[in-house]
């Protein structure tokens, strides 16, 4: 990883040096807050800043892609993520096909989805977009879920990180640090000692921070607006949402994570209502696959499966012909071990639609957890040949071969799988795992030195690396070679680090 240190060297020194103390201490602390992406940008534009203006020069796409990077890495070291591939690969799908109606300039994104019941959502620099599961279990369609979304790929593509700097450039150290330093508070819920920490240091610049935020918010609201109406999507979905928030909290001593980091009035929610009037009445379908996703969501935030069982019994004898209630019984059923009816339930979902990604790995997993191996690999080996690649199947492949202990060839799929998705920590856990039951020993110390260095922990990883080395054969020069790369890439990442 190239050094940010060269970018740093162009900035005014002391705005320099905040920002270096602001990414040391992100490094320490992983405490990056939703609000990363936005410092307010004072004007109506909803157009990208170009290359060259005030923003970029301070702050250049490539240092926020650099940023996204370590921040990612804290990330992973700081919080539970969400490891079911049928979740991770229907929000990522969802939140890529949002992006593709957007203006962000590159569509890429990494996606974190974080273990937490608490309604939040935040963007960072470089693409990086994370999401609390618990998101869904608040929002009752894909049109309240996907406004989030929106809101937050605005704040990426309108740049407001670049942007916030520009506009404190004039200040003082002091001032400029702690405005940094309050962009690392929220994702990991820093508590009220910590925010009122941050509120006495940001005391001489609160008002036009308030106003600034105000703004910001404004502009990713109207943005995100926008991106909905072209993705076919309710824009009357983000005030829906919003008012969903703002009644379950009312009284609530303290609010979401997302309420702390974008602040919500009764102004915002109706210049949502207004702005949306503008796109006019249409008809917007609900989404079957937000439905089934959502109901696997709150399955995974129950007590216990039987709970679950019981609840999506009474939905189904509710409405005997929802598809939702019929998928999230199937998985209450198969978590509680009561195998047969599971399958039968997603045996005759998969029949109704054989081609959808959804029930094909639903199917699989009902079958692997039903101990019916071999049917679950016939399944998902032929999917797979019909969709190469494709994330929840090739893990639920994996999972199924490792069961019959065919590890080499669990571990060639998620090798593959490691090529495909290099950024997925669940990828190289498996195949950590797996490489040791079939005895590849390097193996084991080149994935664990991956999930190691997504981890930001760069000295564990190069010490497998070098466990590695040592077992490798001389002989076998292409191999000695990557791993002395390697080696050389987490030693150049970890200097700057600690720089």
């Avoid at 202990?405 to 498996?430: G, H, I, K, N």
Wanted: charged letters at 20%; a negative charge.
């Amino acid at each position: 990883m190239k050094s940010m240190l060269p970018e740093l060297k162009s900035l005014p020194r002391s705005l320099a040096r905040a920002l270096k103390t602001a990414l040391c201490a992100c490094a320490l602390a992983g405490t990056l807050a939703g609000t990363l992406v936005g410092f307010a940008y004072g004007g109506s534009s909803h157009k990208l800043p170009v290359l060259g203006d005030a923003s970029s020069s301070l702050i250049s796409p490539e240092m926020e892609r650099r940023i996204g990077e370590q921040f990612l890495k804290q990330l992973h070291a700081s919080l539970p993520t969400i490891s079911d591939p049928i979740l991770k690969y229907y929000i990522s799908s969802t939140l890529a096909d949002l992006a593709q109606h957007s203006e962000l300039r590159d569509k890429l994104l990494e996606v974190i989805v974080i273990d937490s019941e608490d309604i939040n959502a935040f963007a960072a620099p470089g693409g990086v977009v994370g999401i609390n599961l618990g998101l869904m279990l608040s929002a009752e369609d894909v049109h309240e879920y996907s406004s989030v979304l929106a809101h937050e790929l605005a704040h990426l593509s309108q740049r407001h990180f670049a942007r916030g700097v520009e506009e404190q450039r004039a200040q003082t150290l002091p001032t400029i640090a702690s405005l940094i330093a309050a962009i690392m508070v929220g994702v990991l819920g820093g508590g009220d000692a910590g925010i009122a920490a941050i509120s006495a240091s940001q005391a001489m610049s609160q008002s036009s921070q308030l106003k600034y935020s105000r703004t910001r918010e404004q502009e990713a609201d109207r943005v995100g607006l926008n991106t909905m109406a072209q993705a076919n999507l309710d824009p009357n979905g983000m005030s829906r949402m919003f008012e969903r928030m703002q009644r379950a909290y009312r009284f609530s001593r303290r609010p979401p994570e997302f309420l702390l980091t974008h602040p919500l009035s009764e102004a915002r929610i109706a210049d949502a209502k207004l702005q949306a009037q503008a796109y006019g009445v249409n008809r917007y379908e609900d989404s079957l696959d937000y439905a089934l996703m959502r109901n696997r969501a709150i399955i995974h935030y129950m007590d216990t499966p039987q709970d679950a069982v019981k609840e999506y019994e009474q939905e189904v004898r509710d409405d005997p012909e929802s598809v939702a209630a019929r998928y999230g019984l199937a998985i209450a059923l198969s978590r509680a071990g009561e195998h047969a009816q599971a399958l039968a339930i997603g045996d005759a979902l998969f029949t109704e639609n054989p081609r959808k990604i959804l029930y094909i790995a639903a199917l699989g997993e009902f079958l692997i957890a039903a101990e019916k191996y071999d049917q679950a690999e016939k399944l998902l080996s032929h999917n797979l040949a019909i969709n190469p690649d494709n994330a929840p199947l090739a893990m639920l492949y994996a999972d199924a071969l490792t069961k019959t202990s065919d590890f080499e060839a669990a571990e060639a799929v998620l090798a593959r799988q490691s090529l495909v998705r290099p950024e997925d920590v669940d990828v190289w856990y498996d195949l950590a795992e797996v490489s040791g039951l079939a005895g590849n020993i390097i193996g084991v110390h080149r994935a664990r030195a991956e999930y190691f260095a997504l981890h930001g922990a760069y000295q564990q990883a190069i010490q497998h690396l070098e466990y590695a080395r040592r077992l490798a054969d001389r002989n076998n020069s292409p191999l000695v070679a990557r791993l002395d790369q390697r080696i050389v890439d987490f030693q150049t990442a970890l200097r700057i680090a600690r720089s």
